[in-house]
C-alpha cells in the first residue's frame, strides 16, 4: 500500500469548476478516483495507468472532467468542469492495478475530500 494525500476540495457552483489533485508515496500501477454521494455506493470516477496514461472514465462524467498524472511528483489530477449539483459527494482518490474499474483492484485510499456542487 502507499500513503495517498488528497487536497482541492471545496464549493462551486454549478456549471464551475474545481480541481482535486492526489500525491502518492509511491509510484503504483494504477491510480484514480472514486466518489460517494451520502446514501450511496463509491463509485469510480476516472483512471490513469502510469505506463502508458491509459485513462477510463465513468459515463457520468465523460467530456466534463479530465484526470492527468505527473509521474515525476507521483500525482494525479482530477479537473471537473461543468459541475452538476449531482457531483456533490466525498472523493476517493486510490492506486492499485486498473485489472478493473471496481473497489477490489484498489488497495490504497486517501482521507477523501468534499465537493458541493449548488444550483
Known amino acids: 500500500q502507499v500513503q495517498l494525500v488528497e487536497s482541492g476540495g471545496g464549493s462551486a457552483q454549478a456549471g464551475g469548476s474545481l480541481t482535486l489533485s492526489c500525491a502518492a508515496s509511491?509510484?503504483?500501477?494504477?491510480m484514480g478516483w472514486f466518489r460517494q454521494a451520502p446514501g450511496q455506493e463509491r463509485k469510480g470516477v476516472a483512471f490513469?495507468?502510469?505506463?502508458?496514461?491509459?485513462?477510463h472514465y465513468a459515463d457520468s462524467v465523460k467530456g466534463r472532467f479530465t484526470i492527468s498524472r505527473d509521474s515525476a511528483k507521483n500525482t494525479i489530477y482530477l479537473r471537473m468542469n461543468s459541475l452538476k449539483p449531482e457531483d456533490s459527494a466525498v472523493y476517493y482518490c486510490?492506486?492499485?492495478?486498473?485489472?478493473?474499474?471496481?473497489?477490489?483492484?484498489?488497495?490504497?485510499w486517501g482521507q477523501g475530500t468534499h465537493i458541493t456542487v449548488s444550483s
Open positions: 486510490t492506486a492499485g492495478t486498473c485489472n478493473s474499474w471496481s473497489e477490489s483492484s484498489f488497495d490504497s
Open positions: 509511491a509510484i503504483t500501477p494504477c
Open positions: 490513469i495507468s502510469s505506463d502508458t496514461f491509459f485513462t
